[in-house]
């Protein structure tokens, strides 16, 4: 079929969205909506002590000043960490409370203390600045290993030393055993530095009340940029004490989530709330500074690793020490990306029998930290691949050789590793090969030498990756035919941009046979789609895709039965293909849209409705190799990245188009967090000092370079369309792929590590230093 599963079709989304036919939250406006903005914490950390706002109350158009004080007196709960973790000694995990408005401390930059809704936004902001708080301030602590300092300022009582949780997992006592016994022992320090996550919508929320009966309050509403309604649903519904049923979610449009819209943030509490109190819809979006200090961010983990290997080369055990930075509050899913969401793809594609890893998170006087694109795997690849690149030099061996002795072969699926996982397919070897001949390895040292002449230092980096996706749960799909034979899909997943309606659309093109013009899909509203886990973990197509596949089999079941009686024959002898029921062996046939015109009964409404919940019964394995080439200038630091190569397993790829573009956009992320992105804090005063992008550099159209993709499709088994998910790989390979390009690049000077981001200083600075060194020896 010209538009099924395996055509690289352009998407049909993108004709309304380029057009400017795109309904982004900030797009929404309710009658009568007002408008709110927030007084917010210029401390790092600080006591709050009067907060006056009759100034602010006394200006024209001002609705209500609110403070936590407000939200107390209505029982209004906090916002949870829905992470499930023990620490080491079995105990539960330091849990803080999180208002939605700041109680008794303001505990970073940005956090929200007062909330100021008005007639008009200009009102709502003139009004913010003249709401008067007495803050004392306090000594504040943002550095992540500094937060472990004895002395140190405790950002939570409850909380000794700053100490979240001491978590561990695997075989701590086989591993020291490796390492005492090993022929050699690599070790490696490194950062993997926080970043913003930067989507180019930032976040923002309508908050209403449905009329009720006879004029009365009815339901509230939220419409909320997102990455799933059901989710937030259920916690609105519990901060607010309210039923499920009495708050309507919906999200529109997203431009990016990248894991940072998963999450339920203070602002859309405090919204639903003075929507509650004032009878009326409020709105709030945030401008791009407000994001910057108000936006959970990602990654910030310091690790240590020591790697044990045989006389051969080959990988005895693995042992990784975290601390891992939660910021000042525990976001929705916190604790959980450092540690399990993580920890367990440190196996890698690799054969190690024994892995230890312990992770300790701390509190800061900075954003909550939680999920960003990849979530866990990208900190994980990165710590590994560098670690094991730099054993390849360390021994002798050299990046390719060490990781080919090492690798885990397809004969051995399904595998088990000492993580806990089972990686049921993939042919890691052959995708390290094909990256090597797509990025001409063999023609490098002649690359190497011009650039040499040129004055330039030149590199190349490999990485080679695996991650568990598909998680999260379930996922629900409803899939209806209407009499006039278009087709309904609800779902309860959320595009951010990933291009889902033209994914499931080739899934029902293939599997009904009806042309993508046919086709409506639902996303995030609560009343439409009555459940869903949601958009992260690359899930989407993989878990939803597969519900909406086994929906699309109960319509044809069901319709088959009007099929038969239409053709006047047996179920048993009527067969369905490309939209059409045919009697087996003539050329009898109706089509589906015969047959709901049937079953509607003339046309008109419904025909067939058919709910499917899939379950995935084990996670999926993308896994690959990127491969990276660079040329360093040794006199200014700068760092052009020329060339890019990709190999990927994503299983069965519905639209390969689709995929690249995932490719690309993850590529984009993994240069900007290598190359370029890192929050900085000031360390005595708490300050963010990379607030907007005059001081936080994202990646530009300049700095992309070319990117060869080649896709080596293992279908995996543990769902029925043979996906393995392809979101947020891109952002998995490229950190260790360049970063082990620009060591190679300075390893004549002897440079083994330089952390992430290499900006043009951090790598002036290490070639001066290399210099220095190699003049004094």
């Given at each position: 079929?010209?538009?099924?599963?395996?055509?690289?079709?352009?998407?049909?989304?993108?004709?309304?969205?380029?057009?400017?036919?795109?309904?982004?939250?900030?797009?929404?406006?309710?009658?009568?909506?007002?408008?709110?903005?927030?007084?917010?914490?210029?401390?790092?950390?600080?006591?709050?002590?009067?907060?006056?706002?009759?100034?602010?109350?006394?200006?024209?158009?001002?609705?209500?000043?609110?403070?936590?004080?407000?939200?107390?007196?209505?029982?209004?709960?906090?916002?949870?960490?829905?992470?499930?973790?023990?620490?080491?000694?079995?105990?539960?995990?330091?849990?803080?409370?999180?208002?939605?408005?700041?109680?008794?401390?303001?505990?970073?930059?940005?956090?929200?203390?007062?909330?100021?809704?008005?007639?008009?936004?200009?009102?709502?902001?003139?009004?913010?600045?003249?709401?008067?708080?007495?803050?004392?301030?306090?000594?504040?602590?943002?550095?992540?290993?500094?937060?472990?300092?004895?002395?140190?300022?405790?950002?939570?009582?409850?909380?000794?030393?700053?100490?979240?949780?001491?978590?561990?997992?695997?075989?701590?006592?086989?591993?020291?055993?490796?390492?005492?016994?090993?022929?050699?022992?690599?070790?490696?320090?490194?950062?993997?530095?926080?970043?913003?996550?930067?989507?180019?919508?930032?976040?923002?929320?309508?908050?209403?009340?449905?009329?009720?009966?006879?004029?009365?309050?009815?339901?509230?509403?939220?419409?909320?940029?997102?990455?799933?309604?059901?989710?937030?649903?259920?916690?609105?519904?519990?901060?607010?004490?309210?039923?499920?049923?009495?708050?309507?979610?919906?999200?529109?449009?997203?431009?990016?989530?990248?894991?940072?819209?998963?999450?339920?943030?203070?602002?859309?509490?405090?919204?639903?709330?003075?929507?509650?109190?004032?009878?009326?819809?409020?709105?709030?979006?945030?401008?791009?500074?407000?994001?910057?200090?108000?936006?959970?961010?990602?990654?910030?983990?310091?690790?240590?690793?020591?790697?044990?290997?045989?006389?051969?080369?080959?990988?005895?055990?693995?042992?990784?020490?975290?601390?891992?930075?939660?910021?000042?509050?525990?976001?929705?899913?916190?604790?959980?990306?450092?540690?399990?969401?993580?920890?367990?793809?440190?196996?890698?594609?690799?054969?190690?029998?024994?892995?230890?890893?312990?992770?300790?998170?701390?509190?800061?006087?900075?954003?909550?930290?939680?999920?960003?694109?990849?979530?866990?795997?990208?900190?994980?690849?990165?710590?590994?691949?560098?670690?094991?690149?730099?054993?390849?030099?360390?021994?002798?061996?050299?990046?390719?050789?060490?990781?080919?002795?090492?690798?885990?072969?397809?004969?051995?699926?399904?595998?088990?590793?000492?993580?806990?996982?089972?990686?049921?397919?993939?042919?890691?070897?052959?995708?390290?090969?094909?990256?090597?001949?797509?990025?001409?390895?063999?023609?490098?040292?002649?690359?190497?030498?011009?650039?040499?002449?040129?004055?330039?230092?030149?590199?190349?980096?490999?990485?080679?990756?695996?991650?568990?996706?598909?998680?999260?749960?379930?996922?629900?799909?409803?899939?209806?035919?209407?009499?006039?034979?278009?087709?309904?899909?609800?779902?309860?997943?959320?595009?951010?941009?990933?291009?889902?309606?033209?994914?499931?659309?080739?899934?029902?093109?293939?599997?009904?046979?009806?042309?993508?013009?046919?086709?409506?899909?639902?996303?995030?509203?609560t009343d439409r789609v009555s459940w869903g886990s949601g958009t992260g973990g690359s899930r989407s197509v993989p878990v939803g895709g597969s519900a909406l596949a086994e929906g699309a089999a109960k319509v044809v079941k069901a319709a088959t039965a009007v099929a038969a009686d239409l053709l006047e024959t047996a179920e048993v002898d009527v067969a369905f293909a490309d939209g059409r029921?045919?009697?087996?062996?003539?050329?009898?046939?109706?089509?589906?849209?015969?047959?709901?015109?049937?079953?509607?009964?003339?046309?008109?409404?419904?025909?067939?409705?058919?709910?499917?919940?899939?379950?995935?019964?084990?996670?999926?394995?993308?896994?690959?190799?990127?491969?990276?080439?660079?040329?360093?200038?040794?006199?200014?630091?700068?760092?052009?990245?020329?060339?890019?190569?990709?190999?990927?397993?994503?299983?069965?790829?519905?639209?390969?188009?689709?995929?690249?573009?995932?490719?690309?956009?993850?590529?984009?992320?993994?240069?900007?967090?290598?190359?370029?992105?890192?929050?900085?804090?000031?360390?005595?005063?708490?300050?963010?000092?990379?607030?907007?992008?005059?001081?936080?550099?994202?990646?530009?159209?300049?700095?992309?370079?070319?990117?060869?993709?080649?896709?080596?499709?293992?279908?995996?088994?543990?769902?029925?369309?043979?996906?393995?998910?392809?979101?947020?790989?891109?952002?998995?390979?490229?950190?260790?792929?360049?970063?082990?390009?620009?060591?190679?690049?300075?390893?004549?000077?002897?440079?083994?590590?330089?952390?992430?981001?290499?900006?043009?200083?951090?790598?002036?600075?290490?070639?001066?230093?290399?210099?220095?060194?190699?003049?004094?020896?």
């Amino acid at each position: 079929m010209k538009f099924g599963i395996g055509q690289a079709v352009p998407r049909t989304e993108d004709a309304r969205l380029l057009t400017g036919g795109g309904r982004y939250t900030d797009d929404v406006s309710l009658p009568g909506q007002a408008y709110a903005a927030f007084v917010r914490s210029p401390h790092a950390f600080a006591a709050i002590g009067s907060v006056d706002a009759s100034d602010a109350l006394a200006q024209p158009g001002v609705l209500a000043v609110y403070t936590v004080a407000d939200l107390d007196a209505e029982n209004v709960g906090m916002i949870p960490c829905q992470a499930a973790l023990k620490q080491r000694d079995g105990s539960n995990y330091v849990r803080t409370p999180r208002p939605a408005l700041a109680r008794g401390f303001v505990r970073h930059v940005g956090d929200p203390v007062a909330m100021v809704v008005a007639e008009t936004l200009e009102a709502a902001r003139e009004a913010a600045e003249l709401v008067m708080v007495d803050y004392e301030d306090r000594d504040s602590v943002t550095g992540t290993l500094d937060a472990l300092e004895p002395g140190r300022p405790l950002v939570w009582d409850a909380a000794p030393n700053n100490l979240c949780f001491d978590w561990d997992t695997g075989d701590e006592a086989a591993v020291e055993a490796a390492l005492a016994g090993a022929h050699r022992v690599v070790e490696l320090e490194l950062v993997n530095n926080r970043v913003v996550a930067n989507p180019m919508e930032g976040r923002a929320c309508v908050a209403g009340v449905e009329s009720g009966a006879d004029g009365a309050p009815g339901r509230l509403l939220i419409y909320v940029t997102s990455q799933g309604v059901h989710g937030l649903q259920k916690q609105f519904a519990k901060i607010l004490n309210e039923p499920d049923s009495r708050i309507r979610v919906l999200t529109t449009d997203v431009g990016g989530g990248f894991g940072m819209k998963l999450f339920n943030y203070p602002e859309y509490v405090a919204c639903l709330f003075a929507a509650r109190q004032l009878n009326r819809a409020v709105k709030w979006a945030a401008d791009r500074i407000e994001g910057f200090i108000s936006d959970d961010h990602g990654r910030d983990h310091v690790s240590k690793a020591r790697l044990a290997l045989d006389a051969d080369g080959r990988f005895l055990g693995l042992r990784v020490d975290t601390v891992a930075n939660l910021g000042a509050y525990l976001s929705n899913y916190g604790p959980f990306i450092p540690t399990d969401a993580g920890s367990a793809m440190l196996v890698g594609s690799y054969r190690t029998p024994a892995v230890y890893v312990r992770v300790k998170g701390v509190f800061t006087n900075t954003q909550p930290v939680d999920a960003y694109r990849g979530a866990g795997r990208p900190e994980a690849a990165y710590l590994l691949e560098r670690l094991i690149d730099h054993a390849g030099r360390v021994t002798g061996l050299g990046p390719a050789e060490i990781r080919r002795r090492n690798f885990i072969p397809p004969s051995a699926m399904p595998y088990a590793t000492p993580m806990g996982q089972v990686y049921d397919t993939g042919d890691f070897a052959q995708n390290l090969e094909d990256g090597l001949i797509l990025a001409d390895m063999a023609g490098l040292p002649a690359r190497k030498a011009a650039a040499k002449a040129r004055g330039k230092l030149r590199g190349a980096g490999l990485a080679t990756y695996i991650e568990a996706c598909s998680g999260g749960g379930p996922e629900q799909a409803t899939v209806q035919v209407n009499g006039d034979g278009k087709v309904v899909l609800m779902i309860g997943t959320q595009t951010n941009g990933q291009g889902h309606e033209t994914a499931y659309k080739q899934i029902l093109a293939d599997r009904l046979g009806v042309p993508p013009e046919d086709v409506e899909v639902v996303q995030g509203d609560t009343d439409r789609v009555s459940w869903g886990s949601g958009t992260g973990g690359s899930r989407s197509v993989p878990v939803g895709g597969s519900a909406l596949a086994e929906g699309a089999a109960k319509v044809v079941k069901a319709a088959t039965a009007v099929a038969a009686d239409l053709l006047e024959t047996a179920e048993v002898d009527v067969a369905f293909a490309d939209g059409r029921f045919t009697v087996v062996g003539t050329d009898r046939a109706v089509s589906l849209k015969e047959v709901a015109a049937k079953a509607a009964e003339g046309g008109a409404g419904i025909a067939f409705s058919e709910m499917a919940r899939w379950t995935p019964p084990a996670s999926t394995f993308p896994n690959g190799c990127h491969v990276a080439e660079v040329e360093v200038d040794p006199a200014t630091g700068v760092i052009e990245v020329v060339r890019y190569s990709v190999v990927d397993d994503f299983g069965t790829v519905i639209n390969p188009m689709l995929v690249i573009g995932q490719i690309h956009g993850g590529v984009a992320q993994g240069l900007g967090q290598a190359l370029q992105e890192r929050v900085v804090f000031d360390p005595d005063s708490g300050q963010l000092l990379s607030g907007s992008f005059m001081d936080y550099q994202m990646p530009r159209a300049v700095d992309m370079p070319p990117i060869e993709v080649k896709l080596n499709s293992v279908p995996s088994t543990t769902n029925m369309l043979g996906m393995k998910g392809a979101g947020e790989a891109g952002a998995i390979g490229a950190p260790p792929a360049i970063i082990n390009a620009v060591v190679d690049a300075l390893s004549d000077l002897g440079i083994t590590h330089i952390d992430m981001p290499a900006t043009p200083e951090a790598v002036w600075t290490a070639i001066r230093g290399a210099e220095t060194r190699l003049a004094a020896e």
